[in-house]
């Protein structure tokens, strides 16, 4: 997906890997899922360095088995650089976590009177996220057949379109980001305004 996305010419995309909530899975998978994420970071960080890929870390990574985490640190650091496309994997991630880190530290600027309560507008709410510096999603591809966004992205969801599929994840291939794409691409995105003319 990623290299479909990078010949594409997709400036940004994120994988919503592994939800704060899938740590209540039974270990077994976790641990297999864990392992997956390990073989991944170690075995594509050289076709992402020759494809100009950057990576970077989304949610608590704090959480993650410290090989995995560093096996992260290292694929980030090691594509800091890079400018062609940016991949943001959203692991141990969930919106409603993100939201009330970023509401913390902006309480805490305010307990420190650094910050007057009525300096807080969604802009500022937006650069505490841990998606701060990322463009918001123009478009969400919601696999498996659920009809649910499952806690990703709360605040940065607003205006995306969403695209559902029966595919599930592990089959979703470059033919069916090309289905995604075209249903985007037929749609009309008004961001709250009416249409023009």
Known sequence: MVEAARELGIPYLTLFAFSSENWQRPSAEVDFLM??????????????????????????????????????????????????????????????????????????????????????????????????GLPDPDLLIRTSGELRISNFFLFQLAYTELYFTDTLWPDFRERELLSALAAYQSRERRFGSISPG
Do not use: C, W
């Not at 090691?78 to 902006?106: E, F, P």
């Open 35 to 132: 392992r997956l994420f390990h073989r991944y970071l170690v075995t594509e960080t050289k076709r992402l360095m020759k494809r100009d890929i950057r990576v970077v870390a989304l949610g608590d990574t704090e959480r993650l088995p410290p090989r995995v985490r560093q096996a992260l640190a290292e694929t980030v650091d090691a594509t800091k650089g890079n400018r062609a496309m940016t991949v943001a994997l959203a692991l141990s991630y969930g919106g409603r976590q993100d939201i009330a880190a970023a509401v913390r530290m902006i309480a805490q600027a305010v307990h420190k009177g650094e910050l007057a309560p009525d300096q807080i507008d969604e802009h500022m709410i937006q650069h505490a996220l841990t998606t701060d």
